[in-house]
């Protein structure tokens, strides 16, 4: 099967630019998270999904981070406007559903972006 | 304190020795415990999946969690030059809907 899809793979931005990154998750698999990774650091969840729900945008910081999923499938999570801090690789991962049994989620290889 | 707790290494053995990456974590609810593999440029990789307690065993790598102890292992024989990436460890809890917490990763390179 396809993976996760992402793109584009890298960005620079200056500070206070807008971005916007894509992820288009494996065919069927109805939730799909947003995670950032700062270099060196563990991915942190953004925002989960389950079809075009949002199920836990908690940790978003929804004065700058914005993120949609438009008929359940693929989703675009936007930053504007960006800081030095917002530097970090955005990963998109997906899975069937929440299940107990295994957390099989698949991820991208994610969008690497640097702010200036 | 971090809820999930892992030794940034960077950690380099030689190739077949036998690596031990260890996590400790904070909250005695979490259920569901993973490592996950990670190399250079690449999203991770879903490597071990243990539920509440005990061992799981796949071909040269052994997950272990102790819930006593809230501490968590991965042991990896005799390794590879190709075992080398950084290692994340991952927990959740049920009612959280999915939703994992990675310790930061330890970068692992195995020298051949």
């Known amino acids: 099967e396809a993976g996760v899809a992402q793109s584009p793979r890298y960005k620079i931005i200056e500070k206070r630019q807008s971005v916007a990154f894509w992820c288009n998750p494996i065919?069927?698999?109805?939730?799909l998270y947003w995670y950032q990774q700062i270099l060196g650091q563990g991915p942190k969840l953004l925002i989960q999904?389950?079809?075009?729900?949002?199920?836990?945008d908690s940790q978003l910081p929804k004065d700058r981070f914005s993120a949609e999923r438009l008929k359940g499938v693929d989703s675009t999570l936007k930053i504007q406007p960006a800081k030095l801090e917002d530097s970090a690789v955005y990963l998109c991962?997906?899975?069937?559903?929440?299940?107990?049994?295994?957390?099989?989620?698949?991820f991208g290889s994610g969008t690497r972006l640097t702010v200036v | 304190q971090k809820e999930v707790e892992q030794d940034p290494g960077p950690l380099s053995v030689p190739e077949g020795a036998i690596v031990s990456l260890n996590c400790t974590y904070s909250n005695s609810a979490f259920q569901y415990f993973m490592w996950y593999r990670q190399y250079s440029r690449k999203g991770p990789e879903l490597l071990m999946y243990t539920y509440s307690s005990g061992n799981k065993e796949d071909g040269r790598f052994t997950a272990q969690v102790d819930k006593s102890s809230k501490y968590i292992s991965l042991f990896i024989r005799d390794s590879q030059p190709s075992d080398s990436a950084t290692y994340l460890c991952?927990?959740?809890?049920?009612?959280?809907?999915?939703?994992?917490?990675f310790g930061q990763g330890t970068e692992l390179s195995v020298k051949p």
């Open positions: 999904f389950q079809n075009n729900g949002v199920v836990d």
């Open positions: 991962a997906s899975s069937l559903e929440w299940a107990g049994s295994n957390y099989g989620y698949t």
């Open positions: 065919s069927g698999h109805a939730t």
């Open positions: 991952a927990t959740a809890l049920y009612n959280q809907g999915g939703k994992l917490i």
